[in-house]
Every structure is written in structure tokens, then in C-alpha cells.
């Protein structure tokens, strides 16, 4: 039977849901007296993912129920579809020894284990909720530790494999659909704005990724020295920049170039309902000004959700991963053209 | 002309007046030199019974794990998981706790490049 994590980040009910899709806050954790897993044994890893298991278990009585996956017994096709659900990242979905990924039902939670480090907690929400997302992984980071002893130092905080996020482990990232200001060619400029404030901006899933489908993550790069609701408040700061500049560029373009947007969306969605393959970037290249177009209220028949949920199950993960998984991307490919049309069928574009 | 003074291999910055020594089974692995604030902290690292200071001031970390890599010296790598200077430079990943103080310089090297600091603020287990 097929996967399926839940992920209510895509209903597009979230606050600021037409500019951002996700918000997510990730806990990098290790635990005392073992080997980080880069360096550590079969065995060691094994039992780290033993003790993580029954510490998960303990969860229960504050959260819902957990599901416990084993990375080594997924299908090829399920391991994909965990980083298109953004609850896995490909490093994790490489079977190795010890690897599981505890999930909550509706997604928003979910802990890797033995990834760069023995524990990723990290929560995912809707909208732009950086708040709400780091009280959530706080919660279910101090409900774990009740249950294990993390390798912690007065000066350094949470050691972590990566000197780039020791300290308090905590990554918050935004994904924001920045459509209007790439149509209005005001990006880079509105961005470098950003880069001066000192938080990261990059694409969809990371280095290698950037400007797929207009689509850029907006994170902190600071994890050591700074208290957590700081660095919440920081990303929170240019998110909120970004969404105003883009929402004054999508009123421009709902004002001055309105036919021209419709015209854009129209094509994009004909030639998507045409294609008997697709690749992933041409995909999402295509549906962004039609997602942009559904925000302003010019798209009959669906809405944010439906271009949200797009994201999840098109392969799209495999895209910066294509060196490291073998999977087969002329199956993707064909099986990604008819996933999307059907998905299209019921759309049109409002005349003016 | 005046004396050269020993800089602690963890902060760089203190006179290092103390002698940090690596140990298993009664046998001194290594030994490097920190001060005396770094090596309180490094205890409270390390801590949980694995330190120990003796009379003359020499804190000894007992390791309590084998070394991860057949025949490693730990001259050249880490003790506990045998991760090499060449892998922390290359990478800036450690490969146990136990690398943050066998790499200390360093570390306190890449931590101001990239955060401006080197001192958490954040949260902490006891809350």
C-alpha cells in the first residue's frame, strides 16, 4: 500500500498561505557518550535507533500516535515521495543502518534518526507560523529528553556533527513562492535586501535548487549565540519583508498586467494537459504563474491547496539528489505528465 | 626578550596553564594544554563522571570507548572516533563530542567564522 504522511503543511491554510507555503523549525540533537553517525558503528547505530524508538514510544501519552518507519524496508518509490513530503531528507532516505523516521499522522511532525546527526526533530506547519512551529519542536524535544540524555556543553549548547548548527540546533526556514517579484524582475534586488539582514535564501530543497518554480526558503544561518526566539524572530523579520515586496508586486501585476498573467497561465496550463512526459522543472516552472494566478482569485476550480499538494509526489525531491539515488527518471517523467493533468482538469483561467 | 607564553588550544586566547590529558585503561593517549576556564568547561563537557582533576591540576578525560578505526594514532585523529584534522578542516563535521575538545582550536576557529560567536545561549536540558 502506498505512503501517505499526512502533510496538512500543503493545505494552504495557513497564515499568509498565497505567499508562503511551509514553515518548518528542526532540532539537530545527538546523545551523550555515542559516536555522532558519521563516525559510528553498525551496531552503535542500531542501538541508538532502539533507544530513540522506545523514548518515541514514551511520546504517546502527550501526542497522538507515532509511526515508526524503517528507511531500509521502504520501497524506492515511498523513500522519493518521503522528500517530496519534506519529512525526509535524502540523506536520510539512504538505507543505512539504525535509520527510521518517526511521523505523527497529519505530518507535522517527524523525527529522523541517524542522519548527520542521531536526531533531527522537526516540525512543519502551514503558512508562515515560525512561532508555533518552534514551540512545537521545543515540546517534543523536551518531551524526549525525559527519556535520553543529549551530549550537551555549557559553552558549546547541543553539540551537533556539523559546526553549523551547534548550539541550539534549531534551523527555521520558511518556503515562500516569490511568482510576482521574478514576473516584475525585481528578485535579485528585493533578495540582496534580504542577504544583508543575514538570513539565508535558497530553493526549494536546498543548495542546488534555486528558483524552481519560484520557490525560495528563507532560514537562519546563525544557530550558536543567539536564544531561539531570536532566531525565530529573525527569519520571521525577512519573511515578512519578502511577503510584503511580493505582494506589492502581485498587486502591480493584478493591476497593470492582469491579461498578461492569464495569457502566462493559460499556456502553462494547456501545454501541462498536452505533455505526455514532464520533467519536474519544467513542471513547476509552468505552474507558478498559475499559482500566482489562483492567489489573485483569476483560477476557477481550485485553489492554493491544489497547487500545494502538486509539490508533494512529482519527484520533485530527486531533482538535487540526481548523483546520489538511483531512481528511474524517465518513469517519473511519465508517470508526473498524467498525476498533473488530472489535477488541472477542473481549472480555468477567469476571463477579464 | 621576552618569554613566549602557551596559548590554550581551545579558545586561543588564555594563557593555557593547564595540562588537559587523554586516558584509557591507565594509559595517557595525548595531551594538550588550555586554560583554566576552558578546562572547567571542558570538564562539565565531558563530565558525568568521565573527568577527573588531580592534585597538581591536570584533568584527565577516561575514554571510555575504543577507538572506531583499527590502529589509529591518536596523534594524528581523534581518540574516541578517529576523526582526523584534515576530515574537521575538509568538512567541519566532528565526529563525536569528544572531537570538540581534541579539535578545540579550530572549532573555536569555525564557530566565530560562522556564527560571530562561541557561546550558547539557548536552551539547555535542565531548561
Known amino acids: 500500500m502506498k505512503l501517505d504522511v499526512g502533510s496538512s503543511w500543503a493545505s494552504g491554510e495557513g497564515p499568509e498561505a498565497d505567499v508562503v507555503v511551509s514553515t518548518r523549525a528542526r532540532l539537530a540533537r545527538n546523545l551523550a557518550g555515542k559516536v555522532f553517525p558519521g563516525k559510528a558503528s553498525a551496531e552503535d547505530l542500531a542501538e541508538i535507533a532502539g533507544m530513540v524508538r522506545r523514548a518515541a514510544a514514551g511520546l504517546e501519552s502527550r501526542f497522538e500516535e507515532f509511526r515508526v518507519l524503517d528507511v531500509d524496508e521502504l520501497q524506492e518509490a515511498d523513500r522519493e515521495y518521503l522528500v517530496d513530503a519534506r519529512v525526509a531528507s535524502y540523506e536520510q532516505v539512504d538505507p543505512r543502518e539504525g535509520r527510521l523516521i518517526i511521523l505523527n499522522s497529519a505530518g507535522s511532525i517527524a523525527i529522523m534518526v541517524n542522519e548527520e546527526d542521531h536526531l533531527r526533530i522537526q516540525a512543519i506547519l502551514s503558512g508562515l507560523q515560525p512561532t508555533s512551529a518552534w514551540e512545537l519542536v521545543d515540546e517534543v524535544d523536551s518531551a524526549l529528553s525525559r527519556f535520553l540524555q543529549y551530549e550537551y556543553s555549557d559553552r558549546y549548547g547541543y553539540l551537533t556533527a556539523s559546526l553549523s548548527n551547534v548550539g541550539t540546533g534549531l534551523r527555521v526556514s520558511t518556503m515562500l513562492h516569490l511568482a510576482g517579484l521574478c514576473f516584475m524582475g525585481s528578485l535579485a534586488r528585493t533578495l540582496r535586501a534580504a542577504y544583508d539582514l543575514g538570513i539565508s535564501v535558497r530553493g526549494l530543497f536546498g543548495e542546488g535548487s534555486s528558483g524552481l518554480g519560484d520557490f525560495y526558503q528563507v532560514s537562519n544561518e546563525v544557530t550558536l549565540g543567539l536564544p531561539e526566539p531570536e532566531i525565530v524572530c529573525r527569519v520571521r523579520g525577512v519573511a515578512d519583508y519578502l511577503i510584503n515586496e511580493e505582494r506589492r508586486a502581485r498587486r502591480t501585476i493584478a493591476d497593470q498586467r492582469r491579461d498578461e498573467l492569464a495569457e502566462r497561465a493559460r499556456g502553462a496550463m494547456d501545454k501541462l494537459r498536452r505533455a505526455k512526459t514532464v520533467r519536474a522543472e519544467e513542471a513547476l516552472a509552468l505552474l507558478s504563474p498559475v499559482r500566482m494566478a489562483a492567489s489573485l482569485g483569476m483560477i476557477e476550480g481550485g485553489g492554493i491547496r491544489l497547487f500545494n499538494e502538486l509539490l508533494i509526489n512529482m519527484g520533485i525531491g530527486r531533482l538535487t539528489s540526481a548523483n546520489r539515488v538511483s531512481w528511474d527518471a524517465v518513469r517519473m517523467e511519465m508517470t508526473r505528465a498524467p498525476r498533473i493533468k488530472a489535477q488541472l482538469a477542473e481549472l480555468t483561467v477567469k476571463t477579464a | 626578550m621576552s618569554e613566549q607564553v602557551r596559548r590554550c588550544r581551545i579558545c586561543g586566547l588564555n ?49 571510555e570507548r575504543q577507538s572506531r578505526r583499527a590502529g589509529s594514532d591518536p596523534e594524528k585523529g581523534c581518540p574516541v572516533c578517529g576523526t582526523t584534522e584534515a576530515e574537521v578542516e575538509a568538512d567541519c563535521l566532528l565526529g563525536c563530542a569528544y572531537c570538540y575538545v581534541r579539535y578545540g582550536s579550530e572549532v573555536v576557529r569555525a564557530l566565530r567564522t560562522a556564527h560571530g560567536s562561541v557561546q550558547h545561549l539557548g536552551k539547555s536540558p535542565m531548561g
Open chain 2, 15 to 63: 594563557e593555557a596553564k593547564v595540562s588537559l590529558g587523554v586516558w584509557r585503561g591507565g594509559s595517557e593517549l595525548s595531551r594538550t594544554f588550555v586554560c583554566a576556564s576552558c578546562a572547567a568547561r571542558e570538564e562539565r563537557l565531558l563530565g558525568r563522571g568521565a573527568c577527573r582533576r588531580s592534585a597538581s591540576g591536570v584533568v584527565g578525560f577516561v575514554a
